[in-house]
């Protein structure tokens, strides 16, 4: 976070003109947020405590803060004092038994729970970093994510270790599997509590590793992203002041921890500021609104499944935080759970940069960032850009003369960048863990002048006239069919809309015979079993709503969204896309084509017509 943005504002404040003209609040809360992460990183970094287990020992051993619950968790409850001392427990045996010492990286594959937490802080205490491993891998990603971690051990959920099969222990021969059953807890619980010296978590610099974060693209394997310390300070500051966290603050979440924003809005944004962490296994539309009262949360960080199952508005929450609500949901769920706020963000695990709204009102109602003319003239125009896309390429498209790219106009959406240093990408992007392909692949030359850098998000955003920053795609989210360019983010929201639509997720499915890709959506009704009237009443909403190139042709019927494949709601959709409708490869799943204003049975035999080229669509 820069420190010329802060002084600039400094100077400009005063003038009572701007914060009628400009949206000076929101301006303001980034700049104080740019200000108070600077201040607290160099503090940190000129002390040589960049390790973020100094702030849990700060709470741990002041009065104030000393007693107060920094944990709870399935009914447990630990206050800051006491995670310290186990924290230092669990340090002191992993290098004790284990032989971890600092800078080592060592492999975390965990649900949810108080022993992660433990785990990770307790590695931070002896100076070494942990690998968030996604639990719900198995087989080759697995393998996979391992390996690239080059952890030498892996502490491994005794819930998550049926996917620790003789494939995998024997691919990754010199990795030691240590399960953290009750015995092997008990053992760690046992050893005494030694806090390590300083040197031990002496680190040469911001950019140095703090822990590794994989990245759950659509395409692909996971890739580690190297989270600095510097990133954790920026990221967990953003997340302090933009929620207003206060000690007395009771935050719940259940996203899965492995993921950045549990960890750093949740986790560390809790640490920073003293307040209380409540943690959930993992989500479940039964547990959630039962969890968030019994917690007592104030704050709570919100997945789009969350319902109204059950719920009055009996809770305490003040705030919800989180990414991607979509805009036809966000109204329901104010009004629905009586929530006085919802902070919706935008960031990337590896991203050099994040942007957020604070919404009370219906205006800015999705909106994930704001800027206002004043940030976006010293930072926004700056600091990021909003690219024409070259969409048959999914490269950002180049001038053919100049070679250049070019800025969309406001209202037309297109890839968002964010300006790196061009010198030394690395101030800002420290890239994946030994990946410099993956890493390069991110950064983009040449884009307004010769030799200047910038991220690629990946993701195609839109300003408005307002300064207000919309999510409108993911880049190769977008398919074409008969010349058009659907947007699978518009279609999934349309069908959101009908009232048996559980979940929606679209997709392009490439056809024999045809070109482009035909609009396909793995559908989960709120009933097992779609009959022919709901199937009339879905094709007629997406008619009457949507172009007719963009209705979707296929349906695949699935029971429950494949959210374990990466754990968000990120659905992944490359392993839809390629086994596409092909009844034989669909594992079982009803399929439906629209035919004559309605869904009907897709066979097996419709298949072969297609593919003999005998129907035209
Ligand atoms: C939540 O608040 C109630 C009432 O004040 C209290 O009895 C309960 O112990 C609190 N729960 C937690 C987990 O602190
Ligand atoms: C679809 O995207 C392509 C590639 O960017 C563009 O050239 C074309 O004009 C777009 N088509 C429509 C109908 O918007
Ligand atoms: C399920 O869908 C039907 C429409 O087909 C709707 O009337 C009903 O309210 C839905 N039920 C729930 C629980 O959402
Ligand atoms: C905190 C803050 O500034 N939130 C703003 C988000 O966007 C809306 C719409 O412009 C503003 O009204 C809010 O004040």
Redesign the pocket.
């Known amino acids: 976070m820069p420190g010329p943005i802060a002084l600039l504002a400094a100077g400009l404040a005063g003038s009572a003109y701007l914060s009628a003209r400009f949206s000076l609040e929101q301006d303001l809360l980034f700049l104080r947020i740019s200000a108070a992460a600077t201040f607290h990183l160099l503090r940190a970094e000129r002390a040589d405590q960049l390790n973020i287990f100094y702030i849990l020992e700060q709470h741990a051993q002041h009065k104030t803060t000393a007693s107060r619950p920094f944990l709870l968790f399935e009914g447990k409850s630990y206050t800051y004092w006491e995670t310290y001392q186990i924290v230092l427990k669990y340090g002191a045996w992993l290098r004790a038994r284990h032989g971890v010492k600092e800078k080592d990286i060592v492999a975390v594959n965990f649900q949810n729970s108080d022993m992660f937490i433990f785990l990770w802080l307790g590695l931070w205490a002896i100076g070494a970093k942990p690998a968030f491993i996604n639990y719900n891998l198995a087989g080759a990603p697995l393998t996979h994510s391992l390996r690239v971690s080059t952890a030498k051990l892996a502490l491994v959920d005794p819930q998550v270790a049926d996917a620790l099969t003789d494939q995998v222990r024997s691919d990754l021969p010199g990795v030691q599997f240590v399960v953290m059953t009750e015995e092997v807890d008990a053992e760690a619980r046992k050893t005494d509590p030694v806090r390590e010296p300083n040197p031990v978590r002496s680190e040469s610099g911001r950019l140095n590793m703090a822990l590794l974060i994989y990245t759950s693209g659509t395409t692909g394997l996971p890739k580690p992203a190297l989270v600095s310390w510097g990133k954790v300070y920026g990221g967990t500051a953003m997340a302090a002041k933009g929620t207003g966290l206060k000690p007395a603050d009771v935050l719940y979440t259940c996203m899965p921890l492995y993921h950045a924003s549990a960890a750093m809005l949740g986790v560390c944004n809790v640490l920073f500021t003293g307040a209380t962490l409540a943690i959930g296994r993992k989500f479940s539309t039964k547990t959630f609104w039962k969890d968030v009262r019994e917690s007592n949360a104030t704050v709570i960080q919100y997945v789009d499944q969350v319902t109204g199952e059950n719920f009055d508005k009996k809770h305490r929450v003040r705030l919800a935080v989180g990414n991607g609500l979509r805009p036809d949901v966000w109204n329901r769920f104010k009004e629905r759970f009586g929530i006085e706020t919802i902070f919706e963000f935008y960031a990337a695990t590896e991203g050099a940069g994040a942007a957020w709204n604070l919404s009370r009102n219906d205006l800015s109602a999705g909106a994930i960032g704001q800027f206002g003319a004043l940030s976006r003239a010293i930072s926004g125009g700056y600091r990021t850009a909003v690219v024409r896309?070259?969409?048959?390429t999914e490269l950002p498209?180049r001038d053919s003369k100049t070679g250049l790219c070019q800025r969309v106009k406001t209202g037309e959406a297109g890839e968002f960048l964010i300006r790196l240093p061009d010198d030394d990408i690395r101030e800002k992007f420290q890239g994946y863990y030994g990946d410099s392909a993956a890493t390069n692949a991110k950064v983009l030359r040449n884009v307004f002048r010769n030799g200047d850098a910038w991220f690629r998000s990946g993701d195609v955003l839109r300003w408005d006239s307002n300064g207000l920053l919309f999510f409108a795609d993911r880049i190769g989210d977008t398919f074409?069919w008969k010349?058009?360019?659907v947007s699978t983010a518009e279609v999934a929201q349309v069908l959101g809309m009908h009232p048996a639509v559980h979940e929606a997720n679209v997709y392009g499915v490439e056809l024999p015979h045809h070109d482009g890709r035909a609009g396909c959506v793995a559908i989960a009704f709120n009933s097992s079993h779609p009959n022919p009237e709901l199937l009339a009443s879905l094709a007629n909403h997406v008619q009457k709503t949507l172009p007719r190139y963009a209705a979707p042709l296929f349906l695949r019927v699935v029971k429950e969204m494949a959210l374990q494949n990466t754990g968000t709601n990120k659905l992944q959709k490359n392993v839809l896309q390629q086994q596409g409708v092909n009844p034989a490869k669909v594992e079982g799943d009803l399929l439906f084509w629209l035919r004559d204003g309605t869904y009907v049975p897709f066979t097996g035999s419709d298949w072969t017509k297609l593919q003999q080229g005998g129907v035209k669509l």
């Open positions: 896309l070259d969409y048959e498209w074409r010349s058009e360019n």
